[in-house]
């Protein structure tokens, strides 16, 4: 007979992002600049009729990745996008039911997958002056938890955690047997991580993505890092050859060529000095300390803002509502000073 599961009927998605080409992304965290075109040239001259024509082989990008992160092929499985990541620590690490602690707002994907897959989704709310006490997941964090979920940095909010907060949690985690998994896919816009957790615990995982500083949304690829016996155990679960050799090839050559990433980060560093100053000289109110997104209070509506931006000015943004004390605001992508000009300039002529 006919069947549908009925988690699926109500579960609340949403896909809003085609026709985006021709205008300035400044709307899903992505790089607006992209890569440089060597780096793309370069990837795309090794590219044959025959590497496209065989399944990819994965064991050689495992290890140029492994190498840079410090650890072995073993602590690492490959995904597409580290959102699937995400899904399959879900899908192995908790159970019918089972209680997933989250902070919110955050990465909407991780209640979607735990409605997805009939878990609880405990949220933590964040105070109105947009800080965490971690002391509210310390009280989450009883005997019927399954899973953790921590952002280091978190989207949209921005912020991050001490080393004195997670050894806390992870602590309270090990006592309690909580799986935990800290998501890092702003990891080098705000440069410290836990990855140390999850090379030495049983227990403890990281995720990251070659969508966002790496420039790659399009190519789909992420991983997840954690103990040899734990990360086999998340490989069970994906599809056989899940990532694709465009992604292997392109990602390589960011991870290898030299000063590639160190271009990047200072780019990105500049356009987020240059807006944060011409912020603070228009008196604009704005949040978010890390993250390659900023939460700016306007002085007009921000849902109007957000559609004059994209029908006058051909930029997207998006509009937050109930940002703590800030209420309603935009939620601005930061790239490179080149387009946080043409942002600012267009903020400051529909802004009034």
Known sequence: MYYLNPRLVNLERIFDQNERSSYLRLDLNENPGGLPKTIIDDALSEITPELVAEYPETAHFTKVLAKHIKATPQNICLTNGSAEAIRYVIEAYTGENGKIIGVVPSYFMFQVYSEMYGRNFVKVPYSDSLDMNIDDILKEMTDDAQLLILLNPNNPMGNVYSDEEVAKLIERAQEKQITVLIDEAYHYFYPKTFINYALSNKNVFVTRTFSKLFSMAGCRLGYVVGQPESVAMVQKLTTPHNTNVFALKIAEKVLTTNGTLDTLIDNFNQGRAYLI???????YKHAGSAGNFIFIQPKTDAEKLVEHMKSEKKILIKSYPNVGK????????????????????????LDK
């Open 277 to 283: 100053n011409w912020l603070d000289l228009n008196n």
């Open 326 to 349: 800030l209420g309603d605001c935009l939620r601005v992508s930061i790239g490179e000073q080149t387009f946080m000009e043409q942002f600012t300039k267009a903020l400051l002529e």
